[in-house]
């Protein structure tokens, strides 16, 4: 079925330096692919989509491309913040006919903490 | 323009009694969602309404949970009677409408965290 594997975590870098969170989805059709990011006590917002192949997203400086050929949608950031610290959730979503609309599947989240 | 509003925000309960949450998604959203998201893994899909009506339930225990949509706005999902495994944070999200939520975004709310002792 349908699914997302994230790297394990916890990740714990000092600020500055650069991040990488890896993200490998299986999924049948054409998903689109979303990173959301959960910041201490407060709800998921997402942070970044790539619908078709090759698109990349960005937002707030982190980055993520959508290969089809590899079947990943790694999260980057050049430069990150103490404000970055948070769990971020790799998930998709199907597009093509007769999946279920809307429905997102997540993976088991990275937390990342930054040390200033 | 408010957020998806979830009450309570945390609930302790033992084991065989029974809870209700709420849930009140952002005005003009058609489609709802509730996930359960337990310590250490991803959401999972619970159920999705669109507006009124149920699109998937397949992953709801219907022998101890449901959940209702009246008059396509606010939503309750009820655990009765709760086991330990329940213990999870419920989320409520909600999309502007299918098409949307299928490559657009769910606006989630904060959780309910329940734990059941």
């Known amino acids: 079925g349908d699914s997302v594997t994230q790297m394990e975590g916890p990740v714990t870098l000092s600020e500055e330096a650069f991040l990488t969170i890896n993200c490998t989805y299986t999924?049948?059709?054409?998903?689109?692919l979303f990173w959301y990011v959960q910041y201490p006590g407060e709800g998921l917002q997402l942070l970044l989509k790539?619908?078709?192949?090759?698109d990349k997203g960005s937002n707030k400086g982190f980055e993520a491309t959508y290969r089809k050929e590899t079947t990943s949608f790694h999260l980057e950031k050049g430069s990150v913040q103490v404000s970055d610290s948070a769990v971020y959730f790799c998930?998709?979503?199907?597009?093509?006919?007769?999946?279920?609309?809307?429905?997102?599947?997540f993976g088991r989240g990275t937390q990342l903490t930054v040390w200033p | 323009e408010a957020g998806v509003a979830q009450s309570p925000r945390y609930k302790i309960i033992e084991k065989r009694q029974s809870v209700a949450f709420w849930c009140n998604p952002i005005?003009?959203?058609?489609?709802l969602y509730w996930y359960q998201q337990i310590l250490g893994q991803g959401p999972k899909l619970l159920i999705q309404?669109?507006?009124?009506?149920?699109?998937?339930d397949s992953q709801l225990p219907k022998d101890r949970f449901s959940a209702e949509r009246l008059k396509g706005v606010d939503s309750t999902l009820k655990i009765q009677p709760a086991k330990l495994e329940d213990s999870a944070v419920y989320l409520c999200?909600?999309?502007?409408?299918?098409?949307?939520?299928?490559?657009?975004?769910?606006?989630f709310g904060p959780g309910t965290r329940l734990t059941v002792t």
């Open positions: 999200a909600s999309s502007l409408h299918p098409t949307s939520g299928s490559m657009g975004e769910q606006y």
């Open positions: 999924a049948t059709g054409y998903p689109s």
């Open positions: 790539a619908t078709k192949a090759d």
């Open positions: 998930a998709l979503t199907k597009a093509d006919r007769g999946s279920t609309l809307g429905r997102l599947y």
């Open positions: 005005s003009g959203h058609a489609t």
């Open positions: 309404f669109q507006n009124n009506g149920v699109v998937d």
